[in-house]
């Protein structure tokens, strides 16, 4: 397959893997931010090819799993609310909440409906004009455009029964923190790729002028992640840091400033909390008040909640980067995708599931 | 009295008795139908305690009876498929296959068939003339007779158009012993042509997705394709096995396999044949081949020894040229990995390929 069979060429794998052994002389730990590249990265067993000295440690970047459980809660009572058609992306779905699921919700007569794309769900909007259609807008700065596209669509067509439970996350104040933190161990980032097509890099050269860590902003096939990697130890090799681009075939110094004009009009940056880490200052977005109509939280009153995470959850310290999912008590046994304790056992893209479903033999033979 | 703690006997009690507390919902949710995991749970918490016998324990496609002296396979499946009409078939023709299908996996020749027909008040008759039609055309081709069956109507609103079901019967010829307990070490796979056109065929055409080509689905009968593939070696059970991968994909298939003949298999990715627009559809998806349903595939166990003359016999019929041999099985008793499917990466990592937990869902990005 064109644009992909390139980046998954098992021949250059292997070059390129002997350059980094060849290259590296002392142990290195190193984190690729976004949960796509961790889920690559099992998938091919790349750390399994990687020189023992490099160790890979799997960052917060799966939307799904730093979704807050009060934000899940909140998206199952209006899925509930009678004449709401309740949408969202299919793998918020099985995201357990403090008590229940939305696919629980929609056994339980919810219309809960799986769109591919925001503007699906207004077009859903348009048809229905009796029922209230809400999107559940979670994600990085890769959704927020194309969910921020949707809100100035309702808003210039003058809909009055869209709206959006607004759940964004930004990568680089999550990054900042686990930089920040006294126990950090991760020496070199690889910078997510998607997010970076959107917003440019210059975010990442002021984290990289402030904590002179280095970072390579890599894309998401198996080739892409050896190269970042290759990238990663010759700058620390050589003492460098700073921002390099390896996914040049998408992502521009700039980013994509069509899109950051539609982010900039419709939202604006806010605290959030972060499921597994905590709240987190400006980490986020929100919708600006021009738009406060389309704001699912304000035009449903759903209350607050204060829900408790499982206590034997490690999450928060997995999507840190300072333990691996393995090193959880519970992994396997009592936290499985089909009885998932925290959100990194749901989503694919995260990282308990990729350890579950692609590693869970190493661990039984071990 | 000793105070006891609740919360650890509970913890305990489901991680090493029976993990169903854990699981149990209380409502039927969608991934109850998906063939995986909720699936398999559903069958064992409710259906098998209450119904459990000799034949249907043996947990197979299909059912073998002896009547009369003859082996008969009975086996029934319902069809609730949207949309009704989708490039390379429609409901009709799936219901006849599917049921032909779970037949020949047994290596039974199939004969009869029924066909019940759930109708929603307001459904097009000539929508129902067509899908009948297509059963007409699909059974005689198969050789095989609709010889009795039932319609009901519901309420507007209390179905989906129509949904389909259909029973089979057909014989099992003498000397055939076909069933997913029957795998043995050293065992190879074989899948009998590409995997996931008829998932993505149904999702494309669901969902509005446009494609520079457009994907069939491979709805087809497979019984002949069995008939040759028994036909290698009569009555010397080369061939342990055949299961149609359809909900739940191929990764259902061998891990149902591996988990009732105890044993562990490992499939290789780069044997694995899928169409360049398929793998494409699901890049963009974010779904992975291995668990995309297939209408017109086997996967058959075969002995070490025979397994090239069955492929060649497999590659002369249509729906098995592009057949290949996937994987072998490996572990015996004792093995930590038994019941576990693993593959070999294109990269020569390995990694579990494990039973589809719910839904498959898209991803978000």
């Keep these: ?128 004009p009796n029922r209230q259609v809400v999107f559940f807008g979670v994600g990085f700065e890769t959704t927020a455009p194309a969910n921020g596209m949707a809100v100035w669509q309702a808003k210039r067509e003058g809909l009055r029964n869209f709206s959006m439970l607004v759940s964004h996350v930004l990568v680089p104040p999550a990054m900042r923190l686990i930089l920040s933190s006294p126990l950090n161990r991760v020496q070199g980032f690889i910078a997510p790729g998607h997010v970076c097509t959107v917003m440019g890099y210059r975010e990442y050269e002021d984290l990289v002028s402030e904590f002179h860590v280095p970072m390579v902003v890599g894309g998401f096939e198996p080739l892409d992640l050896l190269e970042s990697i290759s990238m990663l130890v010759s700058q620390l090799e050589e003492g460098r840091a700073e921002v390099e681009n390896q996914y040049v075939r998408s992502v521009n110094p700039e980013g994509n400033l069509a899109a950051q004009n539609i982010l900039r009009e419709v939202f604006e940056v806010s605290d959030r909390q972060w499921r597994g880490i905590g709240p987190i200052a400006q980490s986020g977005y929100k919708l600006r008040q021009e738009f406060a109509d389309f704001d699912a939280e304000r035009v449903f009153d759903v209350g607050d909640s204060h829900a408790e995470e499982p206590k034997e959850c490690i999450s928060a310290l997995v999507l840190q980067g300072l333990k691996k999912p393995v090193d959880c008590p519970a992994f396997g046994k009592r936290c499985t995708p089909m009885t998932p304790l925290g959100a990194p056992m749901v989503s694919a893209e995260g990282a308990c599931a990729a350890y579950y479903q692609y590693r869970r033999h190493a661990t039984a033979i071990a | 009295m000793p105070q006891l703690l609740p919360e650890t006997i509970v913890t305990e009690a489901a991680s090493f008795v029976c993990p169903a507390p854990l699981t149990q919902r209380d409502r039927i949710v969608l991934g109850h139908g998906s063939g995986g995991r909720l699936s398999a749970e559903l069958l064992r918490d409710v259906f098998l305690p209450l119904f459990s016998n000799p034949v249907l324990n043996r947990m197979d496609d299909q059912a073998i009876v ?29 219901a006849v296959h599917g049921t032909i299908n779970d037949l020949a996996m047994g290596g039974a020749r199939p004969l009869f068939l029924s066909a019940g027909f759930i109708l929603e008040e307001g459904f097009s008759t000539e929508a129902l003339r067509r899908i009948a039609s297509s059963m007409a055309q699909a059974a005689a081709a198969a050789g095989v007779s609709i010889v009795t069956g039932d319609t009901k109507v519901v309420e507007r609103g209390k179905g989906d158009g129509v949904f389909i079901n259909t029973t089979g019967i057909g014989i099992v010829p003498d000397g055939v ?142 729906c098995g040229a592009e ?15 038994a019941g576990m499917v693993t593959m070999r990466t294109a990269f020569g990592s390995t990694r579990i ?4 937990a719910g839904e498959q869902l898209p991803r978000i990005c």
């Design chain 1, 1 to 128: 397959m064109k644009y992909v069979d390139e980046y998954r060429d098992p021949k250059i794998a292997l070059a390129v893997t002997g350059e980094i052994a060849r290259k590296v002389t002392r142990p290195w730990v190193l984190m690729e931010v976004c949960g796509g590249q961790t889920h690559t990265l099992m998938r091919y067993g790349i750390d399994e090819l990687l020189p023992p000295a490099i160790e890979m440690v799997h960052g917060p970047g799966c939307p799904v799993c730093v979704t807050p459980l009060e934000m899940v809660d909140r998206a199952i009572r209006i899925a509930s609310l009678p004449d709401v058609i309740f949408t969202s992306y299919g793998d918020m779905l099985r995201v357990p909440g403090s008590e229940s699921d939305l696919f629980q919700a929609k056994a339980n007569g919810a219309d809960v409906r799986v769109v591919y794309s925001p503007l699906d769900a207004v077009k859903i909007a348009r048809t229905n």
């Design chain 2, 177 to 318: 012993h076909l069933s997913a307990n029957q795998a043995r070490p050293g065992d190879r796979v074989i899948l009998s042509g590409v995997i996931g056109d008829h998932g993505i065929a149904i999702l494309a055409k669901r969902e509005g997705l446009e494609f520079e080509t457009e994907i069939q689905s491979d709805s087809a009968a497979l019984h002949n394709l069995v008939a040759t593939m028994l036909a290698v070696s009569p009555a010397s059970n080369v061939v342990r096995c055949l299961r149609d991968p359809t909900r739940g994909g191929v990764s259902s298939a061998l891990n149902e396999i591996a988990m009732q003949s105890r044993v562990s298999i490992q499939i290789e990715e780069t044997s694995i044949p899928v169409r360049e627009e398929v793998r494409g559809a699901c890049e963009l998806l974010g779904l992975d081949p291995l668990y995309v349903a297939n209408e017109g595939k086997l996967l058959a166990i075969v002995a070490p020894e025979a397994a090239d003359e069955i492929l060649a016999a497999m590659r002369l019929n249509p």
């Design chain 2, 353 to 356: 390929v494990d039973m589809l």
């Design chain 2, 323 to 337: 057949a290949a041999i996937i994987g072998t099985v490996g572990g015996a008793v004792g093995d930590e990995n």
């Design chain 2, 66 to 94: 002896e009547i009369g002296g003859a082996r008969v396979a009975f086996t029934t499946d319902s069809f609730v498929v949207q949309p009704l009409f989708f490039p390379g078939g429609d409901i009709g023709s799936l």
